[in-house]
């Protein structure tokens, strides 16, 4: 089993830049699919990015780039020209399929805690 614990998360004003972190510890994250989620009050959570096991990279936008580093066992969400609407808890999330990309939640089967992210000038 892997626990992930993201960081990173705090207020920040429209087109800035911001990176998540997400640590993982119990195993090595190299086998997993890593998926970044959010969740904004009153809406569903949503799939921002996911990063594979053989290194392929999946995001919803291109202000939002997903990278691993195996060797510390982290996976970070850069974001850029971040904007109100990008308001929300982010979550880092593993998929024991490593090569699957899933907006779907239920196929991750490892979650953290989440990190707020606000955005507001």
């Known amino acids: 089993q892997v626990q992930v614990v993201e960081s990173g998360g705090g207020l920040v004003q429209p087109g800035d830049t911001l990176t998540l972190s997400c640590a993982a510890s119990?195993?090595?994250?190299?086998?997993?699919?890593m998926g970044w989620f959010r969740q904004a009050p009153g809406k569903e959570r949503e799939l921002i990015a996911v990063?594979?096991?053989?290194g392929g990279t999946y995001s919803v936008e291109s202000r939002f780039t997903v990278s691993r580093d195996n060797a510390k066992n982290t996976v970070n969400l850069e974001m850029y020209n971040l904007k109100p609407e990008d308001t929300a808890v982010y979550y880092c999330?593993?998929?024991?399929?490593?090569?699957?990309?899933?907006?779907?939640?239920?196929?991750?089967?490892?979650w953290g805690q989440g990190t707020q992210v606000s955005v507001s000038s």
């Open positions: 999330a593993a998929n024991v399929l490593g090569t699957q990309v899933s907006a779907d939640p239920q196929s991750y089967a490892y």
């Open positions: 119990g195993r090595s994250l190299s086998n997993y699919a």
């Open positions: 990063g594979t096991s053989d």
